[in-house]
Nanobody
């Protein structure tokens, strides 16, 4: 059974930093594309960044240069370092694992709130 558990969300002032973690179980972590998505209040869920297995990381334009996605395959953990946070970064952040057959699994989400 695949499980993804996010942590590290919270309340931070604009310009501050947070680091999110996502720990996976029930899957071969190193073989899958891992990613972060977010859902701002009253908006659709949007993609933030991806870390393909053995490939280059990619970012949404809105976070490029401020966020860094990384993974520790030995710990089955995905990270998202978020710097220079803006109020518009306020959202529920979700970790996702995409398998080679296209099936995607989601974590339960962690709230990030950036105050102005």
């Amino acid at each position: 059974q695949v499980q993804l558990m996010e942590s590290g969300g919270g309340l931070v002032q604009a310009g501050g930093s947070l680091k999110l973690s996502c720990t996976a179980s029930g899957m071969i972590f190193s073989c899958n594309t891992m990613g972060w998505f977010r859902q701002p209040p009253a908006k659709e869920r949007e993609w933030v960044a991806s870390s393909p297995s053995g490939g280059s990381v990619v970012y949404a334009d809105s976070v490029k240069g401020r966020f860094t996605i990384s993974r520790d395959n030995a710990k089955n953990t995905l990270y998202l370092q978020m710097n220079s946070l803006k109020p518009e970064d306020t959202a529920i952040y979700y970790c996702a694992a995409t398998f080679h057959n296209g099936v995607k699994y989601w974590g339960q989400g962690t709230q990030v709130t950036v105050s102005s």
